[in-house]
Each structure stands twice: as structure tokens, then as C-alpha cells.
């Protein structure tokens, strides 16, 4: 029976879900029951360590972020309520060299402590017994599938060869054979012979069965079970029904409450202004089938659209990215002087350099691009002059490996989720209104959509 409290508190993003936690922290932190010492710690993950530092109100610097230090070796902090919890950043100044083991020394010691998704993803069976006493609050929803790069494809494939690793029935389930591994490797055979090794984390993912191989990739999911070693754990995010994260636990038979809270969609919709300009959008209309007829499946500006585009031509300066360059140029430099500071862009990674330069032009732009799927920062507030140039679906890989899961992931859901995350990086935050350019047709029809109150959720999709 599922002991831990799991709570997601679901709210458009700036509806002051930061604020909350802090004051929720700050409160259990005063009316502690200091005869019961083991209660109320907190562990807080979030995607990025700059908003972690936030949370802890910690003092940081340098590029790493490191945490400042008084001349007494501890910790420096902000003037901030938070401050009175004394979060505590793990590091790798031990006998490991790990952040693991600098993690796993602050719970056992009873601090509260800030990290990362990432390291949360890592922690160890030993660990998980000292987390009973700890609420779990996590920033954003966690990634529930990711690619994983513990061992190249070539020694996978060696191993595979050499029965260290096989395929369960599903045929992709990837299952760890311990006594193998010790012939291959000259290890004593024994449990384990892979300590200290490379493969000890992927063996051990293996046998939660949280590793699959589709072709020349490996996909790790998110093991769900960690989140049931804490007391309680509190989740922030937005649109949590029908997200990746919403399925993995559902999938893993764990029950959520969800509390929603703070901004309406209506009362952000008319800030958002999104470009209509026919001449402009025509560069992410639907494909069209051999009849000339608009067809759905066949989509522009996806990742695979701008691969075939690089293909042709060897420098990246295709047709498309030719387009967008143009467009970005017509809209920020030639319709209006738009200083850079009030600009924000997105393409996928591959593209930027040739969208933002344009074929033999300067590089006008690459100063304001950011990741599409960025989330959890609040540095370019400025930014009132946005566009969003990508088609966006879930990798192929993780469709297939929440397929083996029985697991149907929402194609509109994901999409829809990533762009109004984007869209919260820039000057809407504040209430300020925003000139959106969005060429692609779907994208743009989904943001609409989601504008008129249709928030998706689960898989309503014609396959």
C-alpha cells in the first residue's frame, strides 16, 4: 500500500508557485516539534542549479555556481526567509570524488538539502532508507524517459554479444547477467562484480528493468519507486494530466492529488499576439499530399523536416533556414528597430547558426536563442519580440519505450506543454504583452487551441 503523499500543485507558470513552497517550507520549518528531530527536512530538486541556488537562497559563483563560503566554512546566504533552513548543495569533495556520495552524506546527516533533477535520478538504494524523514519537492515535472550514454553502443552491442546483456521477451528490456560479466572480465563471481566499475549504476537500472534498446540507442526511464521512499513529495508544474510524468506514475500504480491554483489561461490570452502574416507562415503549413490536398501527416519544421533540409546542402544555408532568417530579419530589423534584449528565439540546435546568420550575412540573432525545451528561468524577461520555429514531437525512442510500458503518450499534450513553457521564459512572466511569430501550422492551431480553453490532456489523437 502506497504510504507516501504524493501532491502536485498544478499552476500557469508566474502564478507564484515559488513563493508558496518557500513559505510552505519556511512554516514547517518554524513549527517543528523539536522533540521529534527527524521531521519535516526537505530535499528540493530542480532542472537548472542557478534556480536552485534561488530556492536555498545560497550565495553563488563563478560559471560551476559554486556555493560561497564564510571564513568559518559555512555556508553564505542571501538576506531571504529561506535562509533559516540552511539548504545545503551536495559536492564532490570526498573520498568518491562524487556529487552522489556529497548527496548521500547530507541525508544521512539531516540537512536540507537542494540539487538537481539529475542527481536525484542517481541516488542509491542506501540512500532511499534515509529519505522516510524528507519531503521531496520538485521543480517541474521530471523527465520519465531520457536517453542514456553510461556505455557507448559498441560495448553494449559486445556485451550483448557475450551474454553479459540480453533482451527480455518484450525483445527490449535490456537484463544484466552478473555471472558473465565476471568471466568476461576476470571479476570474482559474485553480486557485486561490477562495484566500482563502469557498469555498476547500468547494472543496477537493469534490474529495476528501467533500461531498453531500440536499435542503436538505450533509453532510461525514470524509476517511480524512488519517489515512495520520501514522506511526502510535492510536485510543481503545469499540465500534469496527461504529461509523461502523469502516466509513469499511473503506470507504477501511484495515486496523485493535484491542487490547481493561480492563472487562468483567459487571463493571459490577451497579451498574446501571434502573427498572421500568410506570406510569412507559409514556410510551416501542412504538407500536401500527391493531389495537392493538405495532408496531416506530413508536418514542416519538424526535426526530421530541417535534417532533410541540412542533407542538400552541406553548410546548413538550405531554403528553409534561408526563410526563417529572412523573416526574423523583416520583423526585428527592417519593420521595426527591435533591440536585442526584447528579442527571444527558438530553432532546433543544428539550425541556429544558419538561421541566425542567414547565407553570407552577420550574426544577427544567436544572442537571444534559447533551447525550445527550456524551462525553470527567469532570464530573459525582457523579451517581448519572440518566435517559436520548430514542429515539436516526442522522440521516437520514448514513444517506443512507454509503448512497451502500455503506455500511450499524447503527441498535442507534450507539444502544447513545451511551447507554453517557452513562451513563459519572456516578458508575459510580468503581465507584459508579447508579439508572437509561429510558422508552424499545427503549433500555431495548438497554441490557439490552448488560448480558447482547450487544454489537452490525455491521447484523443486518430492514429
Known amino acids: 500500500m502506497q504510504q507516501t503523499k504524493i501532491v502536485v500543485w498544478d499552476a500557469l507558470m508566474s502564478s507564484g508557485k515559488t513563493n508558496k513552497i518557500i513559505d510552505y517550507m519556511v512554516s514547517a520549518n518554524k513549527s517543528r516539534n523539536l522533540m521529534m528531530p527527524n521531521n519535516d527536512y526537505f530535499m528540493y530538486v530542480s532542472p537548472y542549479l542557478s534556480e536552485a541556488h534561488r530556492i536555498s537562497a545560497t550565495v553563488s559563483e563563478g560559471e560551476a555556481q559554486t556555493p560561497v563560503l564564510n571564513e568559518d566554512g559555512s555556508y553564505a546566504y542571501l538576506d531571504e526567509p529561506q535562509a533559516e533552513l540552511q539548504f545545503k548543495h551536495p559536492n564532490n569533495k570526498n573520498k568518491d570524488g562524487s556529487k552522489l556520495t556529497g548527496l548521500m552524506s547530507l541525508i544521512d546527516a539531516r540537512h536540507n538539502v537542494?540539487?538537481?533533477?539529475?542527481?536525484?535520478?542517481?541516488l542509491k538504494p542506501e540512500a532511499l532508507e534515509q529519505c522516510k524523514d524528507y519531503t521531496l519537492v520538485i521543480d517541474e515535472a521530471l523527465v520519465a524517459y531520457e536517453a542514456d550514454y553510461t556505455l557507448n553502443i559498441k560495448t553494449v552491442n559486445r556485451y550483448l554479444e557475450n551474454n553479459v546483456l540480453a533482451l527480455k521477451e518484450d525483445g527490449y528490456t535490456l537484463q544484466f547477467n552478473r555471472h558473465h560479466f565476471a568471466d568476461l572480465t576476470d571479476k570474482p563471481e559474485d553480486y557485486d562484480c561490477t562495484k566500482d566499475t563502469e557498469v555498476e549504476q547500468f547494472a543496477r537500472d537493469c534490474d529495476r528493468g528501467l533500461?531498453?534498446?531500440?536499435?542503436?540507442?538505450?533509453?532510461?526511464?525514470?524509476?517511480?519507486?524512488?519517489?515512495t521512499k520520501f514522506k511526502k513529495v510535492i510536485i510543481m508544474t503545469y499540465m500534469f494530466k496527461g504529461s509523461m510524468f502523469d502516466l509513469l506514475l499511473q503506470q507504477a500504480g501511484l495515486e496523485v492529488e493535484i491542487e490547481y491554483f493561480g492563472k487562468r489561461v483567459e487571463d493571459i490570452a490577451p497579451l498574446i499576439t501571434i502573427n498572421q502574416d500568410k506570406k510569412m507562415n507559409k514556410v510551416g503549413d501542412y504538407g500536401v499530399d500527391a493531389k495537392g490536398n493538405k495532408h496531416m501527416k506530413k508536418f514542416t519544421l519538424t526535426s526530421n523536416h530541417f535534417k532533410k533540409e541540412r542533407n542538400k546542402k552541406q553548410d546548413n544555408y538550405n531554403e528553409t533556414n534561408n526563410k526563417l532568417y529572412n523573416h526574423l530579419f523583416n520583423m526585428w530589423q527592417q519593420r521595426e528597430k527591435i533591440s536585442p534584449e526584447r528579442r527571444l528565439w527558438t530553432c532546433f540546435a543544428d539550425d541556429k547558426l544558419a538561421i541566425s546568420k542567414g547565407k553570407g550575412k552577420t550574426n544577427r540573432f544567436s544572442s537571444k536563442w534559447i533551447a525550445f525545451n527550456t524551462r525553470a528561468t527567469n532570464d530573459y524577461m525582457q523579451a517581448d519580440h519572440l518566435a517559436f520555429l520548430v514542429n515539436v514531437f516526442i522522440d521516437s525512442n520514448f514513444i517506443k519505450a512507454s509503448s512497451v510500458d502500455g503506455i500511450k503518450l499524447s503527441q498535442d499534450h507534450y507539444a502544447t506543454s513545451i511551447l507554453v513553457q517557452w513562451l513563459f521564459r519572456s516578458a508575459i512572466r510580468n503581465n507584459q504583452p508579447i508579439d508572437l511569430y509561429i510558422p508552424s501550422e499545427r503549433m500555431r492551431n495548438l497554441?490557439?487551441?490552448?488560448?480558447?480553453?482547450?487544454?489537452?490532456?490525455?491521447?484523443?489523437?486518430?492514429?
Open 447 to 463: 497554441l490557439q487551441s490552448w488560448l480558447d480553453g482547450n487544454v489537452p490532456t490525455y491521447n484523443t489523437e486518430d492514429k
Open 211 to 227: 533500461l531498453y534498446k531500440f536499435n542503436n540507442k538505450i533509453i532510461r526511464k525514470f524509476d517511480a519507486n524512488i519517489l
Open 114 to 122: 537542494v540539487s538537481t533533477h539529475t542527481l536525484l535520478n542517481s
